[in-house]
Structure formats: C-alpha cells, structure tokens
C-alpha cells in the first residue's frame, strides 16, 4: 500500500521569506510520481509541481522547488520570496501513473504581510 | 481551452434520495476519477475510469456508483444519500502517466 504523510498541519511564514512543506511518502514501486497541488479558499486543487522519481534533478517552478530524497522517501516543497497568494492547504500526493493519486492529509500554510 | 466542469456546485438533499454530481471534461483524457474530500481526511478516492465502459471502485466506493458512456464524461451516483456522504466531491481527470487536473468540487449537504 502506498501512504503519504504530512507531519505538519500548519505552518506560517513572512512574506518575502522562504518556508520548506515537509512530506514522506512509502510505496514499494521503483517508478511513480509525487506531487504537490494548492488549494486556496476557492477550493480549486491547483498543481504546484510535479516530481518523476526516475529523475534525479529535482524539479523547479519559478518560486516553488521540491528536495526529492528518493532513498529517504521525502519530498519537501520550498516556496521562495512567499507572497500572500500563496496562503492555502497544500497536498502532497503520489501516484503509480495512470492510478489513483493517495495524498497526504494537507497543511495551512499563513502568509503574514 | 481544455478544461473539467462539475455540476451542480452546491447541493443539498434529503437522506434517502438519489443524487447525481456531473463531471465532464474536454481534455479527451482517457483516466477520471471521483474523490471527496473531508476534514481531516485530505481527498479520498470513490470511483475511477480508464476509458469507455470502464469503472473501479476505489476506498471508498459503499453508497456510491458511477458509469462512463463516452469519454468526456463520468457522472457519480449516489444511490440513497446519507449524511456520511456529505462532503466536498472532486472530479479529475488524466492522460495516461500524466497529471491528474481537478474540477471545481461539488460541495454536497445531505439533511
């Protein structure tokens, strides 16, 4: 079975600052797929980025990196000069690929001006 | 542009009636997928499709049915609401291997 974990329910930061999203995740796969989807007060689940576990680089979406430990199963989301719009519950999910997406239990993130 | 509707956005209904949440989308994705979501549970899977005539049930699929008649479209089903099945229900869909998109979300009320 494949679990996602996210240890943290909320966190906060300043704005203009950098904050870190932790995840681990567990699947006896070898090939799948992580990633991190927002969801603002609008309720739309946004994707933030996407992670390959075939690849070693770690992706990167303008503001948002992830830290992909495959060995240590851990993918944390970096959100860098963090801006009021990035207040929201962030998931973090993992997928086989074509299968469902498991996803961890989300964390609210603050933004404080 | 290519998108994934769901309708209605926001219903309420009475314990024992059937409901049915619309999902259509205009990716021409072959994968959708019904989950809800719960406080305190993040998004759980109900139901999911890979193509034409196909259904799966996923974790928790009791009380809930779905169908897939063509492929733009995979409506859920819920046979004789309870208010257990209150909730907030996301649609998804996906090319194969590739990122699932999300629907609105449905919010469900059921007195």
């Known amino acids: 079975a494949q679990t996602v974990t996210q240890s943290q329910p909320e966190m906060s930061v300043q704005e203009a600052e950098t904050v870190t999203l932790s995840c681990t995740y567990d699947?006896?796969?070898?090939?799948?797929?992580l990633f991190w989807y927002k969801q603002p007060p609008s309720r739309q689940m946004i994707l933030v980025i996407r992670q390959e576990a075939y690849k070693q680089q770690n992706a990167t979406e303008n503001r948002f990196s992830v830290n992909f430990q495959k060995a240590a199963k851990s993918f944390s989301l970096k959100i860098s000069d963090s801006q009021l719009g990035d207040a929201a519950m962030y998931f973090c999910?993992?997928?086989?690929?074509?299968?469902?997406?498991?996803f961890g239990k989300g964390m609210k993130l603050t933004v404080n001006p | 542009d290519a998108e994934i509707t769901q309708s209605p956005r926001h219903k309420i209904t009475e314990t024992g009636r059937q409901v049915t949440l619309a999902c259509h989308q205009t990716w021409n994705h072959n994968n959708m997928f019904w989950y809800r979501q719960d406080l305190g549970h993040g998004l759980r899977l109900i139901h999911y499709s890979y193509g034409v005539q196909d259904t799966n049930k996923g974790e928790v699929s009791d009380g809930y049915s779905v169908s897939r008649s063509n492929t733009e479209d995979l409506p859920l089903t819920l046979e004789s609401a309870a208010s257990s099945q209150t909730s907030v229900y996301f649609c998804?869909?996906?090319?194969?291997?590739?990122?699932?998109?999300f629907g609105p979300g449905t919010r469900l009320l059921v007195l």
């Open positions: 998804a869909s996906s090319a194969s291997q590739e990122t699932q998109y």
């Open positions: 699947t006896s796969e070898s090939d799948y797929y």
């Open positions: 999910a993992l997928t086989r690929g074509s299968e469902k997406l498991v």
